[in-house]
Structures are given as structure tokens and as C-alpha cells.
T-cell receptor
């Protein structure tokens, strides 16, 4: 079985500051991991994914994440926050039959 | 390439009424998913189709929810009768290899 833990429900950063959103997972098989972003009243958009290979994954909008098997983590980072990054972020792990299990999400606020 | 289409975008009904949502996946995507996203939570899978067959409906409340994908393309999700706790966003997604592509969702409010 798969599960995802996203601690906390809200993160607030200043514009230009580092963004760090944490994700820990549990998986009975080698994991495929995903970060999605959801803007108000919209569906989910894929930011980045880890399947196999390089453990540092780069995504859209300057985001990246590092797969750390020993820590069962897949934290999302961005060096410099922009106002347009304000949204809700979901970490997900893929299990059998391509089924995605999502964390409960983290709301990112960016202060001017 | 057109994305996943869903309608309606918003729906308000009273409890015990019926409601139906429609989804048209990306052309050529064989796998289609319906998720329920309650406010403050991540999406929860309700049902997964592969072409017109059901792969996983273990979390679908079958006493009130039903879904079909008759020709292996578009799909409908129905709730009958609705309860207050069904208020949520219903997301449809279709998949290409590793990535699931999501529609904009239908926001259901049950009064």
C-alpha cells in the first residue's frame, strides 16, 4: 500500500525567499513520485515527477525535488518565490494500476 | 492538444436530489479516473476505467454513486441521492504513461 504525508497545511514565505515543501511517502514497491500544483478553481497541473534515474528532478516554473530513498522523502524546493507561486501543492505516489495516492496538500502563500 | 473537459463547472443541489457530471478525456487516453476532493484534503480516487471496463472502484460508495464509460471515451459520474457530505470538487483525469492529466473539476455544493 502507498501513503503520503505532507506535514502542516500552510506555508508562508516572502517574495524572493526559498520555498521548501516537505513530502514523505510510504510505498511497497519502488515509487513513482509526483508534485502537482492547484490554482484556485482549477484542476491539478503536474510540476514534476520522479520515475527512475536521476534523483534530482527539475520541473516547471523553477521548481525541483530530490528523491531520497533512505529518508523516504521527495521535498519540493524553489530558490526564489514569486507571487504567482501562491497555490496549493500536492505530493502523490503511484501504486498498482497507475493509481495515485495524494497527500492532503499544502497551501503556499507568498508575501510581497 | 485539447485537455480533459468537464461539465458543469459548478452545481448546487439540495440533499436527496440527483446530479450527474460529464468528462471527456484527452483523445487516445485509454485510462480515465474520477476523484473526489473535499475541501482541505487531497483528491481521493473514486473509480478507474481502462477503456470501458472498471479497474478499481473500491472507494466508490456504490449505494449512491455510479459511473459509466460506455464507449471507452467520455464518462459520466452520477450521485443519487446526494448527501451533505458529498459537497466537494469532482475531478476527472486521463493518463498517458506516467502522467495523469486533470480536468478543471466540477464543484458540487449540496444544501
Amino acid at each position: 500500500a502507498q501513503s503520503v504525508t505532507q506535514l502542516g497545511s500552510h506555508v508562508s514565505v516572502s517574495e524572493g525567499a526559498l520555498v521548501l515543501l516537505r513530502c514523505n511517502y510510504s510505498s511497497s514497491v519502488p515509487p513513482y513520485l509526483f508534485w502537482y500544483v492547484q490554482y484556485p478553481n482549477q484542476g491539478l497541473q503536474l510540476l514534476l515527477k520522479y520515475t527512475t534515474g536521476a534523483t534530482l528532478v527539475k520541473g516547471i516554473n523553477g521548481f525541483e525535488a530530490e528523491f531520497k530513498k533512505s529518508e523516504t522523502s521527495f521535498h519540493l524546493t524553489k530558490p526564489s518565490a514569486h507571487m504567482s507561486d501562491a497555490a496549493e501543492y500536492f505530493c502523490a505516489v503511484r501504486g498498482a494500476n497507475s493509481k495515485l495516492t495524494f497527500g492532503k496538500g499544502i497551501t503556499l502563500s507568498v508575501r510581497p | 492538444e485539447a485537455g480533459v473537459a468537464q461539465s458543469p463547472r459548478y452545481k448546487i443541489i439540495e440533499k436527496r436530489q440527483s446530479v450527474a457530471f460529464w468528462c471527456n478525456p484527452i483523445s487516445g487516453h485509454a485510462t480515465l479516473y474520477w476523484y473526489q476532493q473535499i475541501l482541505g484534503q487531497g483528491p481521493k480516487l473514486l473509480i478507474q476505467f481502462q477503456n470501458n471496463g472498471v479497474v478499481d472502484d473500491s472507494q466508490l460508495p456504490k449505494d449512491r454513486f455510479s459511473a459509466e464509460r460506455l464507449k471507452g471515451v467520455d464518462s459520466t459520474l452520477k450521485i443519487q441521492p446526494a448527501k451533505l457530505e458529498d459537497s466537494a470538487v469532482y475531478l476527472c483525469a486521463s493518463t498517458s504513461q506516467y502522467e495523469q492529466f486533470f480536468g478543471p473539476g466540477t464543484r458540487l455544493t449540496v444544501l
